[in-house]
């Protein structure tokens, strides 16, 4: 094993020295730039190492449907968010893929703002037959630091901010202010718990011209 890897490398150093700058392109080419593909596998094999209640709450959830050829789970599972993962799952990356996969939040590892919009907005914006649109882009929410995992959670069997008596919490996340101090409106505060921030608020509404 040891030879046959030390034979590569000798090739690939004549290689840079014969070729330049062609020879490196190729190798960047074969080695990084590689496009993944579906797998085609069970979501059950990416929770092997994905494990943990969170993780697994999503088959609970409408992105788990595997009957509704709308939902996640019902095309590619994972992938239909996360991406294509042939190279994240190949034992030769160790799950450190070229490109990596789209990560969701804010974390470190998240993938930038525009591709986890433009995830989300593959389904919710109309281009799976019979999903409703939901306006992002030019709404109120459309700002630089907000995604839809802002408000939304997918790995959950229900969404907080699409219930009720839980949406207010959610939105406090950012409108802190309107926990205590909201306006009356006519004689008094509303009831959040009963109305939510929604009863008032249309956040996926565009402005009008």
Request: proline letters at 5%; one cysteine or more.
């Amino acid at each position: 094993m040891f030879q046959s890897k030390r034979k590569i490398l000798i090739v690939l150093a004549l290689m840079f020295a014969a070729g330049g700058v062609h020879a490196e392109q190729w190798l960047d080419e074969i080695l990084v730039h590689r496009t993944p593909a579906f797998t085609g596998e069970n979501p059950e094999n990416c929770l092997v190492c994905h494990s943990g209640e969170r993780m697994r709450s999503i088959a609970d959830g409408a992105h788990g449907d595997t009957e509704d050829d709308r939902a996640p789970f019902g095309n590619n599972g994972c992938e239909s968010c996360h991406g294509p993962a042939s190279i994240h799952v190949s034992r030769a990356h160790g799950g450190k893929g070229f490109p990596p996969l789209i990560g969701f939040g804010y974390a470190k590892v998240a993938a930038p703002r525009d591709q986890q919009v433009a995830a989300c907005m593959y389904c919710h914006g109309g281009s799976q037959e019979g999903m409703e649109v939901t306006p992002f882009e030019g709404t109120t929410h459309d700002k630089w630091i907000v995604t839809c995992s802002s408000c939304h959670q997918v790995h959950a069997e229900e969404d907080p901010v699409m219930t009720r008596s839980t949406q207010a919490k959610v939105c406090y996340t950012c409108h802190a202010e309107q926990e205590e101090g909201h306006q009356k409106v006519g004689r008094r505060v509303p009831d959040f718990s009963r109305m939510g921030c929604a009863g008032c608020h249309k956040v996926h509404r565009l402005p009008k011209n």
